[in-house]
């Protein structure tokens, strides 16, 4: 419900904060004192137009904070964290406006849209006034009141629950069309790259082993050429063994043993070259043995490349990496699967689509079958409302007409819309149609006596509900709105002391000058002054005995 409201500089109200309890509260006060300016600054916070003229005369900005306490299981706190906001406790709507007209929107010091701020305002509060109704007197809100009222609410969640099945049947059923339909549009193209793709075979990971085993290949082909070179150095030139070191090596050694003899100086020489013959065949030996252990497999070699070659030109051809092409050949074979067994999942899948339909049928029907027989109960009730509000004549009559197969939804088969008579013989109209304000306003709380049960909306706001009617008529009103907030929060704007006497918050809305400047002010009443009120609103102006003694009996008479 709503618990505070804090205004500044709105029009003639300076500064105002105001606490508000559960039960009805009332709002009393001479004509043009302000109470209007107090419900323009709630429906301010509650997201409704913003206008520059809203600002009082020479300040920069207005502002309008509501606060309310809601249960846990509220909907305006899920609509909340669908937003991502958190209220823990209370939820604070706060609107400022510029002078300019330019407006922002909090929730809980949260900037958000005005449309937001709308959408929540539609959930915490329903104002009923002579020339503004919100709430029942749009049709979208009629099916879920006819339900509450018949306490229909578990058919009405196993319709949904059973919509819901219906089109998830029909989604996977239209998925697996389109996949369909998709395959065999590409389909010879598919199998033509499924079966290049097949044969290539790409493996996980093999683009990176090739390139390395390639790698490795053409570094021991390099080693192998550097080997075969120093080789070729040491070995003979010609075909006689002619050339070489080894040669140079002999030769020299048979040079210096025919020196005369004896020839020691030349000893150590000839020792030197015969072991540089011995470290020339080591040499040899041992590059010849190297030779043999690395030298590469060309025709290896050459399929390496070939295969690497071979992938890399498929990762291109279908613009993906070489990693890839494993993942794309088995998508590819996915999607043949599809459509070679496509028809036949496709055809389970229709069937099951038709029996979620005819399962939601089932259900639909049955709630439209109960919803008929609760309308005729709902119209009876309401019936029986209207004649002590001076409404004898009026009729609420209930349309149930069924959606075609494009509407129908969640809630249902059926279009639901509260229509009104308010004389014998007329064609009912909507409420917000055929009826004046006064029998507009009086309607609405008749509805709302009979639909306080099923109602989301915490807080009413009923403005003049008792406009052109006084007496007995006024007193069934004040009755009716005391009903109605044994279960709701209920604030009415009123000039009948009928009604005010049923008020257990009774607030007063006066006009007054301050430093030559007009202002409103709103004040609760104690008992003494409930009484004064209670006497001026019956006797005017001026205040006399009998009229104190009237007030002490309408009060009284409700002890």
């Known amino acids: ?21 559960s039960g009805l509260t009332v709002l009393t006060g001479e004509t043009g004192a302000g109470k209007s300016i107090l419900l323009d600054s709630l429906g301010l916070a509650l997201g409704q137009r913003a206008e520059a003229g809203m600002v009082r005369a020479g300040q920069p900005q207005a502002s309008v904070v509501a606060s309310f306490h809601l249960p846990n299981t509220h909907p305006a706190l899920a609509l909340l964290a669908e937003q991502g906001i958190v209220a823990e406790d209370d939820l604070v709507l706060r609107r400022v406006v510029q002078a300019d007209g330019r407006s922002r929107a909090f929730v809980n010091d949260d900037p958000v849209g005005v449309g937001l701020l709308r959408r929540l305002g539609a959930l915490l509060v329903e104002v009923q006034g002579q020339h503004d109704q919100v709430g029942l007197a749009d049709p979208a809100t009629h099916a879920g009141l006819l339900d509450a009222f018949g306490g229909l609410e578990a058919a009405r969640i196993g319709v949904g629950e059973a919509f819901r099945a219906w089109r998830n049947a029909e989604r996977e059923l239209e998925a697996a069309r389109e996949a369909i339909a998709s395959a065999q549009r590409d389909e010879e193209w598919l199998r033509h790259a499924t079966d290049e793709l097949e044969t290539l075979a790409p493996e996980e990971g093999e683009e990176d082993s090739l390139a390395e085993e390639r790698q490795s290949m053409q570094q021991g082909e390099r080693r192998a050429e550097a080997v075969a070179s120093a080789l070729s ?72 490349e070939e295969r690497l070659f071979a992938l890399r030109a498929a990762g291109r051809k279908h613009a993906v990496p070489v990693v890839e092409l494993p993942s ?40 439209s079958a109960t919803r008929r027989a609760t309308a005729g109960k709902l119209e009876d009730a309401v019936a029986r409302e209207l004649k002590p509000l001076k409404l004898e004549r009026a009729r609420l009559h209930i349309s149930i007409e069924r959606k ?38 009086r309607l609405m709380l008749a509805l709302k006596v009979v639909l306080a049960r099923g109602s989301p909306v915490p807080t009413l706001v ?16 004040g009755d ?9 929060q209920v604030l009415v704007v009123t000039h009948s002391p009928q009604v005010a006497a049923r008020g257990a918050q009774h607030l007063r809305v006066a006009k007054g000058i301050r430093a030559e400047r007009a202002e409103t002010r709103v004040e609760p009443l104690d008992d003494a002054a409930r009484r004064e009120e209670l006497a001026r609103m019956l006797a005017g102006e001026t205040v006399t005995e009998a009229a104190r003694a009237a007030a002490d009996s309408l009060l009284g008479g409700l002890a």
Not at 2 to 14: C, T, W
């Open 233 to 304: 150095e040491l070995q003979p030139r010609d075909r006689r063994g002619g050339g070489g070191p080894a040669a140079a090596l002999r030769n020299a050694v048979r040079a210096l043993e025919r020196l005369p003899a004896p020839n020691e100086e030349a000893a150590p020489a000839i020792t030197a070259l015969g072991q540089a013959q011995d470290a020339l065949a080591e040499a040899e030996g041992l590059l010849e043995r190297l030779s043999a252990g690395i030298a590469p497999d060309p025709r290896r070699l050459e399929h390496v």
């Open 404 to 441: 075609d197969e494009r509407g129908w939804s969640s809630e249902g088969l059926d279009r639901i819309i509260f229509l009104v008579s308010t004389n014998p013989g007329q064609k009912p109209g909507q409420l917000d149609k055929i009826a004046s304000g006064g029998e507009l306003s």
């Open 328 to 367: 794309l050949l088995r998508e590819l074979k996915s999607r043949l699967a599809a459509l070679d067994a496509g028809a036949e999942r496709a055809t389970a899948l229709e069937a099951a689509a038709t029996a979620a339909k005819a399962r939601y049928l089932e259900v639909a029907q049955s709630l």
């Open 462 to 477: 009923f403005d003049e509900v008792d406009s052109g009617v006084g007496g007995a008529t006024a007193a069934a009103v």
């Open 480 to 488: 009716r709105l005391a009903r109605v907030a044994e279960r709701l």
């Open 1 to 21: 419900m709503l618990v505070s409201l804090a205004i500044r500089d709105v029009v003639l109200i300076e500064r105002l904060d105001l606490s508000l309890g």
